[in-house]
């Protein structure tokens, strides 16, 4: 607690903690994941997720943890290749 006047208490702010980049080690297991080579070009992934997306998907009679993990992959890579894309 921090005193904002005599007498009187506030809650002090929670610090904000600064989020890092996904681990190296993150980006090579959301590739194995999705069955692609870490380093592959951008059309392969998406190509690679296109292809197996009807067999992941909870809709088409795929299990909704692997949905999931697969979804959380993709996304992260995605996020990947967009952070290294030049300006």
Same mark, same amino acid.
């Given at each position: ?16 903690? *600064?989020?890092?980049?996904?681990? @190296? ?7 194995? %994941? &999705?069955? !692609? ?10 190509? *690679?997720?296109?292809?197996?997306? @009807? ?7 795929? %299990? &909704?943890? !692997? ?21």
């Amino acid at each position: 607690l921090v005193r904002s006047s005599p007498g009187r208490s506030v809650a002090a702010e929670p610090a904000v903690a *600064a989020v890092a980049p996904p681990a @190296p080690d993150a980006y090579r297991r959301a590739c194995a %994941e &999705l069955g !692609v080579e870490p380093g592959s070009d951008w059309a392969l992934v998406r190509s *690679a997720w296109r292809r197996n997306l @009807p067999q992941w998907h909870p809709d088409q009679g795929g %299990e &909704l943890e !692997v949905w999931r993990r697969k979804l959380a992959a993709y996304t992260l890579l995605e996020a990947w290749q967009q952070f290294e894309e030049p300006p």
